[in-house]
């Protein structure tokens, strides 16, 4: 999970790895993210060695590619902007994959005739770093390059106050990218934290391009404010809060920790789909009406192997949208919610990956961009699992994160 568990999230930038010149472009790009995050010389050349062989192994191994750059977030108060407590960087390919993933990491071990040192460098110089490949599926590669300045002091205080709030057990990642040539993106996601729980909200401002964007983010805003409230009265103040924008979809999930309980509301075309848990229940616009299963069979109960969709309300918030409708489901140990907007497919089945449900939930975002994007919009994916469970993952002792 995140250092930061409250706050809007940074976009990805996007590079394609199809070229030798590619890799240089890559590195300038990350480069300016750590700029941003005041990375100090030794975690700049870190992250440069990162980008270098992340890349030069797509070339190497698929010939085509693409690396996401974004900076992390640490804490901020609610309304300001959140600081950088880091770079991500995550490499896409669909080449011929990874038959024994443990063994790729031994130094001196390679396909294509080079010392093979590549991912090893990669676990070595990172502070996280997460794997998913399989033979024929291609790879996703997800590093963390955090500051190790300064006695790391920064990185000690964010990771005891992330420790501190009621995320614990709970995986939050997404991948959001603006529409080609874009420089800012027309979809925004966020989280934000209170006592008892958390609030996710994924956000998709109509079109693209900043009007786009200042509805996405204003969505966001208006829910962070509020967090800890029901979905349906954030979506009445999300809807109040964009009348003056272009308008957005909006979904919003609201995890209550201490009762174990998502309560799930959301107006327009973002997909919302649901696993390891019983039925959803629907509740009626107001939360007076009596519950009744979002299949009209009330009180039945699901296999919590199951997979559920949950419908959002026609409408654009801010503009045309009408009372919220809310959905309630227990959060149960294996549970996972996935929410994504329209640039993303709907045919996706997490079934057609072995392990991938093992996977952190940011691994598992990427792997839905990389197969499904459109390309001719912005897309985002949000992934929540109740439990970090990890295939192959690595977390650098030296730094301080949460776990």
């Not at 983010?217 to 979506?235: D, N, T």
């Not at 272009?246 to 201490?258: E, F, K, N, P, W």
Request: hydrophobic fraction near 40%.
């Amino acid at each position: 999970m995140e250092t930061s568990v409250s706050g809007l999230r940074a976009m990805h930038t996007s590079f394609d790895i199809a070229e030798a010149s590619s890799v240089a472009f890559a590195r300038r790009g990350a480069n300016d993210a750590a700029q941003k995050c005041a990375l100090n010389e030794t975690d700049l050349g870190r992250l440069a060695l990162i980008v270098t062989e992340a890349t030069t192994n797509i070339l190497k191994h698929a010939q085509h590619g693409q690396l996401l750059v974004r900076e992390l977030p640490s804490r901020s108060r609610v309304g300001a902007q959140p600081g950088c407590a880091g770079v991500e960087v995550i490499a896409l390919d669909r080449g011929p994959g990874i038959t024994d993933v443990r063994r790729a990491f031994d130094d001196g071990r390679s396909t294509v005739g080079t010392p093979g040192t590549g991912l090893g460098a990669i676990r070595r110089l990172s502070d996280e770093m997460s794997i998913y490949s399989q033979p024929r599926l291609g790879t996703v590669l997800r590093a963390v390059v955090r500051s190790r300045g300064a006695g790391g002091s920064a990185g000690v205080a964010d990771a005891r106050a992330a420790a501190a709030q009621p995320a614990s057990g709970t995986d939050i990642g997404g991948v959001c990218v603006p529409y080609p040539g874009e420089q800012v993106c027309g979809d925004a996601w966020g989280v934000e934290a209170d006592q008892h729980g958390l609030t996710i909200t994924l956000a998709d401002g109509l079109g693209h391009g900043p009007d786009a964007h200042v509805a996405a983010a204003g969505a966001i805003l208006a829910v962070q404010r509020r967090a800890g409230r029901l979905p349906g009265e954030l979506m009445q103040y999300a809807h109040d809060a964009l009348r003056a924008t272009r308008g957005a979809a909006v979904a919003i999930a609201r995890l209550d920790l201490t009762r174990a309980q998502l309560t799930f509301s959301g107006v327009g075309n973002i997909a919302a789909a649901l696993s390891g848990v019983a039925r959803p229940t629907l509740v009626g616009g107001h939360r007076a009406n009596s519950a009744h299963s979002a299949s009209g069979a009330a009180g039945a109960v699901a296999n919590p192997r199951d997979n559920w969709q949950l419908t959002s309300r026609n409408g654009i918030v801010g503009h045309t949208m009408r009372d919220a409708q809310e959905f309630d489901v227990a959060w149960a140990r294996d549970a996972m919610l996935i929410l994504h907007s329209d640039g993303i497919g709907t045919r996706w089945d997490l079934s057609a990956y072995p392990g991938l449900q093992l996977q952190p939930a940011t691994v598992i975002a990427a792997v839905l961009y990389r197969d499904f994007v459109r390309g001719r919009d912005d897309a985002t994916v949000v992934v929540v699992k109740a439990d970090q469970g990890v295939h192959f993952t690595h977390g650098n002792p030296d730094t301080a994160h949460p776990a």
